[in-house]
């Protein structure tokens, strides 16, 4: 079992996929955002809650994890 009730997963690339999908197997309540909606629908349909903004995503998380490509990113994931 998880420490977290939890886990969300913001940027779903190269690394924040595999994540996301290993969290899931695990049966960690994960849920997750990236501004590509194919990404989220595909995670959405192994179990992970989605949402239209990393704000909404957000909601309820016992811990974020952030796998973006640079400062940028962290910061439109982060701030809008």
Not at 16 to 31: F, I, K, S, Y
Not at 34 to 58: E, H, K, N
Request: aromatic share 4%; hydrophobic share 55%.
């Amino acid at each position: 079992a998880s420490a977290y009730n939890r886990v969300l997963v913001l940027g779903l690339g190269a690394m924040g996929r595999p994540l996301a999908e290993t969290l899931l197997r695990a049966d960690v309540r994960t849920a997750v955002f990236d501004v590509r909606a194919d990404v989220r629908d595909a995670l959405a349909a192994q179990g992970a809650a989605t949402a239209d903004t990393a704000a909404d995503a957000a909601r309820g998380a016992d811990a974020c994890v952030i796998m973006v490509q640079n400062y940028t990113q962290v910061r439109a994931a982060l701030w809008g």
